[in-house]
């Protein structure tokens, strides 16, 4: 069964630095999707993409924060300048155009030391 | 805000069905309601959804009040690797088109599941 993959599973960075996450969706998809989870808390929506555009964003994704589409197979989301507060789990999901389901990858846990 | 309120926990026997209520009284007649659920920490995993009908697939049965303000999700026969957050969303659209949504997460329930 196609799969969501997202790499690396553990980045962990100095605050400051830019950090790039990478997701592979699932290959027929055409809707694609960031949440965050900070460890305890709820899974929070970041940023919605589609027709290589980003078509809703939630308030936490401020000018730190971009996504992009380089090679038609991956997406990427990624933080120019990381703050302490940036650390969390930070999930993928994707979705086709005929079907009403996200599907989520396994999520890249980000620290920022 | 997600538009849904569930119990924080519950507990279910192996074997046994679980019932998971979701109460979404604000819910519109065009809204979905979701349910996903989160094993530890990894990525949400889908489950079922429904707009007015109940629903099954090989996983659950989702059972919608006629007011569709509220649902229960039931997973018929528990197992231990059912021990996980259990989340039910209403589908919010996003974007112009009506075609996009995200996803509001609540903080669920904790179904523990027993030997």
């Known amino acids: 069964e196609p799969e969501v993959t997202q790499t690396p599973s553990h980045q962990v960075t100095q605050m400051g630095q830019e950090v790039i996450l990478r997701c592979v969706p699932i290959s027929n998809h055409l809707y694609f999707y960031w949440y965050r989870q900070i460890l305890g808390q709820k899974v929070e929506f970041l940023v919605s993409?589609?027709?290589?555009?980003?078509?809703?964003k939630s308030e936490i994704f401020d000018d730190q924060f971009s996504v992009e589409r380089p090679d038609g197979s991956n997406f990427t989301l990624k933080i120019r300048s990381t703050k302490l507060e940036d650390s969390a789990m930070y999930f993928c999901?994707?979705?086709?155009?005929?079907?009403?389901?996200?599907?989520f990858g396994p999520g890249t846990r980000l620290t920022v030391l | 805000d997600a538009k849904t309120t569930q119990p924080p926990s519950m507990d279910c026997a192996e074997g046994r069905a679980a019932n998971l209520p979701c109460n979404h009284s604000?819910?519109?007649?065009?809204?979905?309601v979701y349910w996903y659920r989160q094993i530890h920490s990894q990525g949400p995993q889908y489950i079922i959804h429904?707009?007015?009908n109940n629903e099954t697939n090989e996983m659950a049965s989702l059972i919608i009040t006629e007011d569709r303000k509220s649902s229960t999700l039931i997973l018929p026969h528990a197992t231990l690797r059912d021990t996980a957050v259990y989340y039910c969303?209403?589908?919010?659209?996003?974007?112009?088109?009506?075609?996009?949504?995200?996803?509001?997460f609540g903080k669920g329930t904790l179904l523990t599941v027993n030997p």
């Open positions: 604000t819910i519109s007649g065009n809204e979905y």
């Open positions: 969303i209403v589908r919010v659209s996003v974007g112009s088109g009506g075609s996009n949504y995200k996803l509001t």
């Open positions: 993409f589609y027709n290589n555009e980003i078509s809703e």
């Open positions: 999901a994707s979705r086709s155009d005929g079907t009403d389901t996200q599907y």
């Open positions: 429904g707009l007015k």
